[in-house]
T-cell receptor, first 118, second 110 residues
Framework: GAVVSQHPSRVICKSGTSVKIECRSL??????MFWYRQFPKQSLMLMAT?????????EQGVEKDKFLINHASLTLSTLTVTSAHPEDSSFYIC??????????????FGPGTRLTVL | EDKVVQSPLSLVVHEGDTVTLNCSYE??????LLWYKQEKKAPTFLFML????IEKKSGRLSSILDKKELFSILNITATQTGDSAVYLC??????????FGKGTLLTVNP
């Protein structure tokens, strides 16, 4: 299967700072990238869908001004958590899918980024 | 709104036991149902099911989909301690979005 990387794998920051998480597709062109959040002992919740070159589509209840998503190329999407607070501490996971019906039917997950806000 | 319900939420078994995990769903424009295994990191892919009644098998794991009853099961035979994980069921629906269930926490004791 295709490889998706995330960086950093773990980050600890102070309340009020901003944190950027990168998601890269290493061996294929990701037309669409998805960002998920997972709180302890809970399932993955989709935050937003981003298509290369266009604005991200956010799920209900996700603040687009707080979680800035950029998908400037077919191999890179970034999620910036602005003015992070302790309640934003979570496991953030991206996934990527390719073009066409076959490509869009498969999502390849990154290894995740664990964010802790003090 | 798409919905995926898994049961049981947790399960404790002994090595060698066989387990069946359940997943029911309500999805608009159903495309496929997927099973993932999650340990302390991102989910790893197990199966994708699109057609009813066709069993998919990988070693001791197998899964089948019933599109009439909107249901899937994941079977694990001869369980091992390494099978301990959260098993996630997800459906791919409209706009190719995945909707996840809450997962089943499986603990396999030696």
């Amino acid at each position: 299967g295709a490889v998706v990387s995330q960086h950093p794998s773990r980050v600890i920051c102070k309340s009020g700072t901003s944190v950027k998480i990168e998601c890269r597709s290493l061996d294929f062109q990701a037309t669409t990238m998805f960002w998920y959040r997972q709180f302890p002992k809970q399932s993955l919740m989709l935050m937003a869908t981003s298509n290369e070159g266009s604005k991200a589509t956010y799920e209900q209840g996700v603040e687009k001004d707080k979680f800035l998503i950029n998908h400037a190329s077919l191999t890179l999407s970034t999620l910036t958590v602005t003015s992070a607070h302790p309640e934003d501490s979570s496991f953030y996971i991206c996934s990527a899918s390719g073009e066409g019906d076959k490509g869009r039917n498969e999502q390849f997950f990154g290894p995740g980024t664990r964010l802790t806000v003090l | 709104e798409d919905k995926v319900v898994q049961s049981p939420l947790s399960l404790v078994v002994h090595e060698g036991d066989t387990v069946t995990l359940n997943c029911s769903y309500e999805v608009t424009n159903f495309r496929s149902l997927l099973w993932y295994k999650q340990e302390k990191k991102a989910p790893t892919f197990l199966f994708m099911l699109t057609s009813s009644g066709i069993e998919k098998k990988s070693g001791r794991l197998s899964s089948i989909l019933d599109k009439k009853e909107l249901f899937s099961i994941l079977n694990i035979t001869a369980t091992q301690t390494g099978d301990s994980a959260v098993y996630l069921c997800a459906t791919l629906g409209s706009n190719y979005k995945l909707t996840f269930g809450k997962g089943t926490l499986l603990t396999v004791n030696p």
